[in-house]
């Protein structure tokens, strides 16, 4: 199971790092990422991490201003968020494949087969 926390209000230019945690398994292997779902939108990727080769992909929206990582235990991922603007308010999920991905499917939805409940980021103008 995936356990997603951090989300919060914060202000256009803030920054919140968001945490997702692995109940009975580590991330060191296979991939990692984050996904957003907006009122009324889509589910939209944001980010994401192979864990063997450590490369990391990004929306076009959030290059430069996310990243993603792990903690040395590999229990732990993160999503750090900085220059936060009002169009990034949304629910943010966290989700996982235990099988690596090829790098054209890393910003796919379906590519990931556990997934967290989501924590809810509101950034105010």
């Known amino acids: 199971q995936l356990q997603a926390s951090g989300g919060g209000l914060v202000q256009a230019g803030g920054s919140l790092r968001l945490s997702c945690v692995a109940s009975?398994?580590?991330?060191?292997?296979?991939?990692m990422g984050w996904f957003r779902q907006a009122p009324g939108k889509e589910r939209e990727f944001v980010g994401s991490?192979?864990?063997?080769?450590?490369?990391?992909y990004y929306a076009d929206s959030v290059k430069g201003r996310f990243a993603i990582s792990r903690d040395n235990a590999k229990t732990t991922m993160y999503l750090q968020m900085n220059r936060l603007k009002p169009e990034d308010t949304a629910v943010y999920y966290c989700a996982t494949r235990g099988r690596r991905i090829v790098a054209s499917a890393m910003n796919l939805a379906w590519s990931f087969d556990h997934w967290g409940q989501g924590t809810l980021v509101t950034v105010s103008s």
């Open positions: 009975g398994r580590t991330f060191d292997s296979g991939a």
């Open positions: 991490l192979d864990a063997w080769t450590r490369s990391t």
